[in-house]
């Protein structure tokens, strides 16, 4: 695929991703809006957090998470492995190359990240994560977040890019991973 179509199919994703997210926020404000008319009680309703979590390995997750936290104001915190890949690193095509032997063994896809804790964690309240798609499934360094924090009570929306795959069950398998949280599918 040609870097002009690759180009185009981010962009592509980046404005589905935004709108989608801000149909999701707002329809939220609204059902809480109408829930807090409707009670009885004074309600002290402050804004609710949230933060655009992010694995980027060639700039193009990065560049759609940036946007989307732009946009709605987000906070933002990147995945960053310990030893970050290179491009030979990722050369798919290459067997020898580290994506394709962390693919052909599950045990090489614990990635070590230079961190997992996300400042004020437990003050967020809806989760943007985003990441690339590697043989279908979100790349490997995204299962080393997930699995060291508690999304307890967090609303959890998954993006993904990719030239040439979809989100898939990608998001399904996170939530797995994490075993909590109310992870959306979009």
Not at 3 to 28: C, D, P, R
Not at 145 to 171: H, M, W
Request: proline content about 3%; charged content about 20%.
């Amino acid at each position: 695929m040609n870097k002009k179509i690759a180009v185009v199919l981010i962009v592509l994703v980046v404005i589905i991703v935004g709108i989608v997210l801000i149909l999701f926020l707002n329809n939220k404000d609204n059902n809480e809006n109408n829930n807090n008319s409707n009670s009885n009680e004074n309600v002290n309703v402050s804004g609710e957090r949230t933060l655009v979590v992010y694995f980027s390995a060639q700039g193009h997750t990065e560049a759609v998470a940036e946007q989307i936290a732009n946009n709605i104001e987000a906070d933002i915190f990147e995945i960053v492995p310990v030893d970050e890949y290179t491009s030979d690193d990722l050369d798919w095509t290459d067997d020898d190359s580290r994506v394709s032997r962390e693919h052909e063994d599950e045990s090489l896809r614990d990635v070590e990240l230079l961190s997992t804790e996300v400042p004020n964690w437990d003050d967020y309240d809806t989760i943007i994560i985003g990441y690339p798609i590697w043989w279908g499934i979100a790349a490997w360094p995204v299962n080393t977040f997930v699995e060291a924090n508690d999304f307890s009570g967090k609303t959890v929306i998954p993006f993904c890019t990719s030239s040439s795959s979809g989100l898939g069950q990608s998001g399904e398998l996170l939530a797995d991973a994490a075993g909590t949280g109310n992870w959306l599918e979009v």
